[in-house]
T-cell receptor, first 116, second 115 residues
Framework: EAGVTQFPSHSVIEKGQTVTLRCDPISGHDNLYWYRRVMGKEIKFLLHFVKESKQDESGMPNNRFLAERTGGTYSTLKVQPAELEDSGVYFC??????????????FGPGTRLTVL | AQSVTQLGSHVSVSEGALVLLRCNYSSSVPPYLFWYVQYPNQGLQLLLKYTSAATLVKGINGFEAEFKKSETSFHLTKPSAHMSDAAEYFCAVSGPSGSARQLTFGSGTQLTVLP
């Protein structure tokens, strides 16, 4: 079974440009999460999808960030326009359902975003 | 609100020595607790999790952690460190039990294993 995949692995852009990150969750996982780690600080929650619906987007920093999950499969996270403080590693995770046995979140390798 | 504190951003041990990585949590509801590991140039991998069953949890690669409610702690241990254990370790909490809510992470502990 394939794990969570993310594309690209690295992205270097200039301030003001647009970047789109993609996450493919484990097949059959309804829950999809985005997290971000900025400059060696804590990994922080951005938002949570259940299928195609946004369950919780309380961690999104501002309206320059737009996440979508059309059809409840893969998800994209767009940053437009990018600012210097957006640099960091963006992680995606997925989990199967909400019952006790399947609460584990499985993480992808992350996308390292550098904004110059 | 939930929070996690990992004491020691960097820990060094000699190969064969005990590994002890500290994690204290704060949660207003019964927590689920996790330890994840990130090896260089890789993603986060689950080491072990506590989900209100046994308080001593065994994970992969010889790691284990004990949930102590009275101390609000979930420290990670391994009896004998191996060079391959060098990585960054993250403690995380979620809740309430049974939900698929977000994880709250500690700031991470970088483990160095000395030959």
């Amino acid at each position: 079974e394939a794990g969570v995949t993310q594309f690209p692995s690295h992205s270097v852009i200039e301030k003001g440009q647009t970047v789109t990150l993609r996450c493919d969750p484990i097949s059959g996982h309804d829950n999809l999460y985005w997290y971000r780690r900025v400059m060696g600080k804590e990994i922080k929650f951005l938002l949570h999808f259940v299928k195609e619906s946004k369950q919780d987007e309380s961690g999104m920093p501002n309206n320059r960030f737009l996440a979508e999950r059309t059809g409840g499969t893969y998800s994209t996270l767009k940053v437009q326009p990018a600012e210097l403080e957006d640099s960091g590693v963006y992680f995606c995770a997925s989990s199967q359902r909400q019952d006790r046995a399947t609460v584990t979140q499985y993480f992808g390798p992350g996308t390292r975003l550098t904004v110059l | 609100a939930q929070s996690v504190t990992q004491l020691g951003s960097h820990v060094s041990v000699s190969e064969g020595a005990l590994v002890l990585l500290r994690c204290n949590y704060s949660s207003s509801v019964p927590p689920y607790l996790f330890w994840y590991v990130q090896y260089p140039n890789q993603g986060l991998q689950l080491l072990l999790k506590y989900t209100s069953a046994a308080t001593l949890v065994k994970g992969i690669n010889g790691f284990e952690a004990e949930f102590k409610k009275s101390e609000t702690s979930f420290h990670l241990t391994k009896p004998s460190a191996h060079m391959s254990d060098a990585a960054e370790y993250f403690c995380a909490v979620s809740g309430p039990s049974g939900s698929a809510r977000q994880l709250t992470f500690g700031s991470g502990t970088q483990l160095t294993v000395l030959p």
